[in-house]
């Protein structure tokens, strides 16, 4: 399989071989994709009946890349006559700028054709492949391609045109070219995608982000972007590509939501290119500290979208944040629950501890008080709905048992909660980092309403709740002949005895009594979890580990910079920046850019980390990291007007500062050290 070479802005993304062609794949996203339709499913440039083949790809920007091909097979290369050079960028159209190269002192004539199609697959589809339903069309005309699709009301158009005329048909476009000795012949591609409403149109044009932007807006904006946020100053390569490279995904993967047009991330490429609850709130948390404008559109677009009924197909309940919002056919067609889903329990109290340490950063108390009637919701919502078996602690079980998620935690995929000989428990499911960040969210709620929603009593009562929860948590959950936390509750009440990375997400909370906090260290730290290139997240202790299992064995690095945080949070600075210290050396092999996941082999086996086959890259709480270990290693805490510092960084990274970092107190620096911290 070809190398897949990937642009995108925000809600539109391209994923093409190396040689830049899309061929047709039922089963990978591989195209030209907007709001989860594919508008391109085959794009391919032939030179006199042949294919190209690829020289290098200059991967230029996050929305542009060049490829610089030759005709002929591989050992034919040697003085080629003819070269190409592909030039396309993204925004809100796709642009391909082709340039046919004569190397030779006499002309060349060329039969030069483009092989263009849409199945406009729904990215649900292309996971599942189940059968169009509704009728795709071509129609040609003296200067475009129309490719159409509809179902009843629903139509989606992919218009391509090129700036050069040539011979269009239903199935692409034909050029026949001479080109002169020493010269070169152009043409220019656009293909716009329109997603077409029931009034017959795009309701893109309303969104602030969408219509005319151009590649030069699209460079200006990110040249503004990467200003906006506090600069490193830092003698260590690998923290500084990996930061540049941080800030430069989350700029990529802003998008822009069809409510009110406001901006957030999206939660990776390529599967899951829109608003998820929780990577939205962990990424916002992760990089409150360099980029706070993204964190009140995504409090005011999860405000929005509360659930406000019961809903057994979306797993929707009175004031529960939502999971995941798609817009592509089978979510219109209730194919699938997501428009929007609500299968998550972590997401409600996640957003609570999001709201609180926005306004510590910011002090933005407008938004706090603007948002206190869905907070308020959520908070009845974990009292109520979420207490399935009404023991006081959160618990999940989908409600929509064909097509719901059944795991509803951040380790989602179906095996990951099991006990220790690898049996899976039954539901309703009680995981252990939900009732840590209950426990959070409702100490954090007590401030909120106690400094700004005028109400006392209501402050006093959720405090005595969570010290009523983190006191039962401490009893039901150890398991002391292991020494640890449970990874959940089965419906008995019995802990599954699971050893995992969740109990770093039991650190971050504070509801780890102070006794206990060195034993969860121990674990975090020793062998069994800590790869050497980062925390597992399943034990090598533990039946179902599988160092290439997606959430029973891999290293994300999101989970590992939550872990860090619990470990500052308890004083454990220099186990944290040990966890630092791994994670951006892991994320140097990948050229700075941390993927979703990638293998829990020992370090000592692999000289680089091995990357998860299937991993989104990038992903916005992986591209979240490099800025959250650069927060612990530098111990950034806000405290009311001012902000407080506590560096602690490893050795081997030396001095490390950052300047302009923005909060209620405007701009502040942090100088680096004279002399590396341990």
């Known amino acids: 399989m070809k190398e897949r070479v990937s642009i995108l802005d925000g809600n539109n993304f391209l994923v093409s071989s190396s040689t830049g062609d899309v061929d047709p794949d039922p089963k990978f996203p591989t195209g030209l994709f907007s709001y989860d339709t594919r508008f391109l499913s085959t794009w391919q440039l032939m030179i006199d009946g042949g294919r190209l083949h690829e020289l290098s790809v200059d991967d230029v920007q996050y929305f542009e890349a060049r490829f610089f091909l030759v005709p002929g097979e591989p050992t034919h290369y040697t003085d080629a006559r003819t070269s190409v050079i592909r030039h396309r960028t993204i925004g809100a159209a796709f642009d391909e700028h082709l340039t046919v190269l004569n190397h030779d002192d006499r002309p060349v004539d060329l039969t030069l054709r483009v092989e263009m199609a849409s199945d406009f697959a729904d990215l649900f589809e292309i996971k599942d492949p189940q059968g169009k339903k509704g009728r795709t069309s071509a129609e040609v005309s003296h200067d475009e391609l129309l490719l159409r699709y509809r179902r009843d009301l629903y139509q989606r158009e992919t218009v391509i045109r090129s700036s050069t005329r040539g011979a269009i048909d239903r199935r692409g476009m034909t050029f026949d070219i001479r080109v002169p000795p020493h010269g070169e012949w152009e043409t220019h591609f656009r293909v716009d995608m329109r997603i077409i409403g029931a009034k017959g149109r795009d309701f893109r044009e309303s969104l602030a982000a969408a219509g005319s932007r151009t590649t030069q807006q699209v460079r200006s904006e990110l040249n503004s972007w990467m200003a906006s946020a506090p600069r490193l100053v830092c003698d260590y390569e690998p923290l500084v590509l990996a930061y540049r490279r941080s800030l430069i995904d989350l700029a990529a993967l802003r998008f822009t939501s069809t409510v009110g047009g406001l901006q957030t991330v999206a939660a990776g490429l390529p599967w899951f290119m829109t608003m998820f609850g929780r990577d939205s709130i962990l990424t916002c948390l992760q990089i409150l500290p360099f980029l706070p404008q993204l964190v009140a559109p995504t409090i005011r677009l999860l405000a929005t979208n509360q659930a406000v009924r019961l809903d057994d197909f979306r797993d929707a309940e009175p004031g529960k944040i939502l999971h995941e919002a798609r817009y592509g056919e089978s979510a219109g067609f209730e194919e699938q629950p997501h428009s929007p889903y609500f299968g998550a329990a972590d997401s409600t109290p996640l957003f609570l501890i999001l709201l609180d340490e926005y306004e510590q950063w910011t002090g933005d108390i407008q938004t706090v008080k603007e948002v206190e009637p869905f907070a308020r919701a959520a908070l009845a919502w974990m009292d109520t709905y979420a207490d399935l078996l009404g023991t006081g602690y959160i618990w999940y079980q989908t409600r929509n048992e064909e097509t719901g998620l059944v795991n509803q935690c951040w380790k989602d995929s179906h095996d990951s909660i099991s006990y220790h000989d690898g049996r899976m428990p039954d539901f309703p499911r009680a995981v252990c980092e939900q009732q840590g960040y209950a426990y959070d969210a409702k100490i954090r709620a007590a401030r909120l309403a106690r400094s700004f929603w005028n109400d006392p009593a209501y402050a006093d009562r959720l405090e005595r709740e969570a010290e009523d ?23 008995d009440g019995r802990p599954v005895d699971a050893l995992s990375s969740n109990i770093g997400h039991l650190l971050w909370s504070g509801i780890v009594t102070t006794d206990r906090a060195p ?18 997240t399943l034990a090598t202790t533990e039946k179902r580990f599988n160092p290439i299992g997606y959430h029973v064995g891999t290293v994300w690095p999101f989970d590992n910079s939550i872990a860090a945080w619990g470990l500052w949070r308890y004083g454990y600075r220099a186990e944290a920046a040990i966890i630092a210290k791994a994670i951006i050396d892991a994320s140097h092999c990948f050229d700075g850019r941390l993927p979703e996941a990638f293998a829990g082999y020992n370090r000592g086996q692999t000289k680089f980390p091995v990357q998860y086959p299937t991993a989104c890259s990038p992903q916005a709480w992986s591209a979240g990291t490099t800025p959250l270990l650069i927060r612990i290693m530098l111990g950034l805490q806000p405290d009311h007007d001012r902000l407080k510092t506590d560096p602690h960084v490893h050795p081997e990274i030396g001095s490390l500062g950052l ?16 002399q590396p911290l341990t």
């Open 659 to 674: 300047l302009g970092i923005p909060g209620r107190w405007g701009r502040a620096d942090v100088q680096p050290a004279a």
């Open 469 to 491: 929860l983190k006191e039962r948590f401490n009893r039901d959950f150890w398991i002391e002949d292991r020494r640890f936390y449970a990874l959940a509750l089965d419906p």
């Open 519 to 536: 034993l969860i260290a121990e674990h975090l730290m020793g062998p069994g979890l800590f790869s050497g290139w980062g925390i597992r």
